[in-house]
């Protein structure tokens, strides 16, 4: 009983409950656990990418980038550096390190619905020095290796890549974005799917903000360009706000702008929470 791991229990505003939940058991309904991915780049532009070994108990054998639960206790950059030493024996300099995107996670019809129901951290660390998986802490890991992003697309295309890391292609790779001249603008729009509104095809999915689009403005997809709105618990027809942060999903076409009705900053954690219950689909990145 002393070796059962434990997690520190979230909402989806990260924040911590007090509670915490043993590995195995099935998490309590609205809670999360906090995980990481990390991925370790060296100065040719190749990844690390490690060969789960034949005892673990899924995708035996099957390669993947460095990841897993953040233990009670721990922050996020806590557990990456554990995760790193345990599995591929690096000792890693966090300031190496920076937070390519946070993603909250329900249940994915990607993957079969399978109910995640965490907060990953995916990080990348820049790393230049020798590989040393005879000094890993666990036998988690059989082989390890750099490769290019070519090398992990054949991976994933002969499916010998962990399936639940085929973000990478999308969101790993992605160049940095600039949206300093949206941020700080003043925007007018039409609401279309009110607070507390129902999805037209999706009745499970109900709006915990104002949904809308700013008139005259086109999005990436070619309509008008969508937006969530902040600052009110009431249903609207229209608005006048400002964008204090743009939703970039690296899997689609359109970016959502974030509008605080009041002109308040809002914190990322109050974002990445309320949004959640649509962007859980995709993978994306808030620029503030």
């Not at 941020?183 to 109900?206: C, N, Q």
């Not at 903000?209 to 997809?221: E, F, H, L, S, T």
């Not at 706000?241 to 109050?270: C, H, M, P, Q, Y």
Request: glycine share 10%; net charge negative; charged share 30%.
């Amino acid at each position: 009983m002393e070796n059962m791991e434990k997690w520190d229990l979230y909402t989806k505003y990260r924040e911590k409950t007090g509670k915490e939940h043993i590995r195995g058991e099935k998490l309590p309904e609205g809670f999360y656990h906090l995980v990481v991915h990390v991925w370790i780049r060296n100065h040719k532009g190749e990844y690390l990418i490690s060969k789960r070994s034949a005892s673990r108990p899924t995708f035996p054998l099957m390669w993947e980038c460095v990841g897993g639960s953040v233990l009670k206790g721990e922050s996020s950059m806590e557990g990456a550096l554990r995760e790193i030493k345990e599995e591929v024996g690096l000792d890693l300099d966090p300031k190496a390190a920076r937070l390519l995107f946070t993603k909250i996670r329900g249940s994915d019809v990607r993957y079969g619905h399978k109910a995640f129901n965490d907060i990953m951290d995916v990080w990348l660390f820049e790393y230049g020095g020798a590989l040393h998986l005879e000094a890993a802490t666990t036998d988690e890991v059989a082989d390890c290796r750099w490769m290019t992003g070519s090398e992990i697309r054949e991976l994933y295309e002969e499916k010998k890549l962990v399936p639940t890391l085929d973000y990478f292609f999308c969101a790993v790779e992605a160049g940095e974005r600039d949206y300093g001249d949206i941020i700080g603008k003043t925007v007018r729009g039409t609401v279309d799917r009110p607070l507390g509104s129902v999805h037209s095809r999706h009745p499970e999915m109900i709006y915990p903000v104002n949904y809308g689009y700013v008139d005259g403005v086109c999005g990436g997809d070619g309509t008008e360009q969508d937006v969530y709105l902040f600052g009110t618990e009431e249903p609207l027809e229209t608005f006048e706000g400002r964008v204090v942060a743009v939703w970039r999903r690296f899997d689609d076409t359109e970016d959502k702008w974030i509008v605080s009705l009041n002109g308040e900053d809002l914190t990322t954690e109050k974002i990445l929470g309320d949004i959640s219950f649509q962007e859980q689909f995709f993978y994306g990145k808030l620029y503030r």
